[in-house]
């Protein structure tokens, strides 16, 4: 029941990523052209979709505060308590700048893949590559 | 334009009530490099490549049926291979991308993913500008 749910949660986001053109990098980095609100070529769309998305996680956030559980059993997250950290600044900065760099962050990456653009698939790799240094480097400080 | 940010809106809905069932149906938040990373890591193993499949698989059939978005990639192959990793390495160190920290984040007003969401914004806006405005096209 819960593998089922979170597959047809997985096929919603990534319709959704197709419908409202994210899965598009040119699309993203118009977006992120900032420069080119003067020459009026902007391309607002990703304000949209974030828009979009908002509302409902929004309210889904309230409804699972005043749920014990989730319908299909576990528990709910915890509050965010993490503190603003120099690792979140640098893993934001990191990731903001290969995303600007191409124009894919991983779930357009992952519908494109499904879409099958062979850069999603190159892409995707490297990416796949970096989260496994990054587990590398982080095991070796642990030890270290 | 005036179709694109109509789409763009329905398909925000799409994407939020996709992360809102997965929270209220799993108590998972859908932040796809978490679920990702989870993968690779071998932690969440059903659940995670559920959700996955769903995200590769529903796009693929939609293509298998004539429905193939277009998808314009203008970077070059050495930019790809540096963006994917930087894009790995980072969504993970930072513990989230536009979904975790942009959609299930600031929907709940987390500070970290505030403080993250405009982090990686600006930098992409930065490269962006360095890209085409600067260097010259991408």
Do not use: K
């Not at chain 1, 191409?102 to 892409?123: Q, R």
């Not at chain 2, 049926?65 to 277009?70: K, R, S």
């Not at chain 2, 920290?101 to 405009?118: D, E, F, K």
């Amino acid at each position: 029941m819960r593998a089922f749910a979170a597959l047809l949660s997985g096929a919603l986001f990534g319709l959704g990523l197709i419908v409202s053109d994210m899965v598009n990098p040119a699309r993203v980095l118009g977006f992120l052209d900032f420069a080119a609100i003067s020459t009026g070529t902007w391309d607002p769309t990703l304000a949209f979709v974030m828009a979009g998305a908002l509302a409902p996680m929004a309210l889904a956030w309230r409804l699972s505060a005043r749920r014990a559980e989730p319908i299909c059993g576990g528990a709910f997250p915890g509050p965010s308590s993490g503190e603003v950290n120099g690792r979140l600044f640098s893993g934001a900065a990191i990731f903001g700048a290969g995303w600007g760099l191409v124009g894919f962050c991983p779930g357009p990456a992952l519908a494109a893949l499904g879409s099958g653009s062979a850069e999603a698939v190159v892409f995707t790799a490297a990416m796949l590559a970096g989260m496994i240094v990054h587990r590398y480097v982080t095991r070796a400080r642990q030890l270290a | 334009m005036e179709q694109d940010w109509i789409a763009g809106l329905f398909g925000g809905l799409m994407i939020g009530t996709a992360a809102a069932m997965l929270l209220i149906l799993n108590g998972r938040i859908a932040g796809i490099s978490g679920i990702l990373g989870g993968a690779v890591e071998g932690r969440n193993l059903p659940e995670g490549l559920a959700f996955l499949a769903g995200l590769v698989g529903a796009p693929a059939l939609l293509a298998l049926g004539g429905g193939a978005p277009g998808i314009s990639v203008t970077t070059s192959a050495p930019l790809l291979l540096a963006g994917g990793l930087l894009v790995g390495f980072g969504t993970r160190l930072g513990a989230g991308c536009t979904s975790g920290h942009g959609v299930c984040g600031i929907s709940r007003l987390s500070p970290r993913s505030l403080v993250a969401t405009g982090v990686f914004m600006a930098v992409a806006a930065v490269v962006v500008f360095l890209m085409r405005h600067v260097a010259g096209g991408a």
